[in-house]
């Protein structure tokens, strides 16, 4: 009991915006917040519907896949936000903001989580190495890094190999200030991926509009 009283204690002391009080007496009151995914303007790329693609769900270690808000004090260490979740689980929300930005190009035929048929004609595949906060002084660094495959479906062969990463940061450890930190790092991430893969059904995304 002491032991997770001190825990709790010595995250509230890293995180001054966190309801510590809440905490304490048990489980707190949580905002939920989603993340955006961004704009694609018309999403016309001049080329006609080429490919359905499918995004799996990401891959993620056990302290990502969670719907909990990571911050990490030191490199060791994993804590979590008491007073902040996302809507859905890291991989399910990385996964959806996907889906929603290559939705939006009219070079693909359908953009799901599943094929209309038996397969689509390529599947994204993805493993997410940091989705979460360091703290730097007074403030947090936001960090996003996916790697990822775009697979061929006739022949399960890897079209494309990629790793991106991004980052952003935030004047505080306040909810406030971390949340916008996440959406503009997590918004950057997904246009370089889309990027990536509409080169990879042979798309110059530069053409878009």
């Known amino acids: 009991m002491f032991r997770s009283a ?3 204690l010595s995250l509230t002391a890293f995180l001054p915006g966190c309801a510590a009080l809440s905490a304490l007496q048990g489980e707190p009151n949580r905002d939920v917040f989603e993340l955006r995914a961004p704009s694609v303007g018309s999403g016309q790329c001049g080329r006609g ?3 359905e693609l499918v995004v799996e769900p990401p891959k993620a270690r056990g302290t ?3 719907n909990r808000i990571m911050i990490r004090p030191s490199p060791l260490q994993t804590q979590y936000l008491p007073d902040a979740i996302w809507g859905d689980p890291v991989p399910a929300t990385l996964q959806r903001l996907l889906v929603e930005t290559l939705g939006g190009y009219d070079a693909f035929t359908h953009v799901g989580r599943a094929p209309l048929g ?3 004609d390529y599947a994204l595949i993805s493993e997410i190495g940091a989705f979460n906060a360091e703290l730097a002084g007074d403030g947090a660094l936001i960090r996003i890094a996916v790697d990822a495959q775009l697979v061929r479906e006739s022949d399960a062969t890897v079209v494309s190999r990629g790793r991106f990463a991004s980052s952003a940061e935030a004047a505080s ?11 503009a790092a997590a918004q950057d991430t997904v246009r370089q991926i889309s990027a990536w893969a509409l080169r990879g059904i042979g798309v110059e995304p530069g053409r878009c509009r």
């Open 64 to 66: 990502l896949d969670s």
């Open 118 to 120: 038996v397969a689509g």
């Open 173 to 183: 450890t306040r909810t406030s200030d971390l949340i916008p930190a996440f959406d």
């Open 49 to 51: 519907r080429l490919a």
């Open 6 to 8: 001190a825990l709790l």
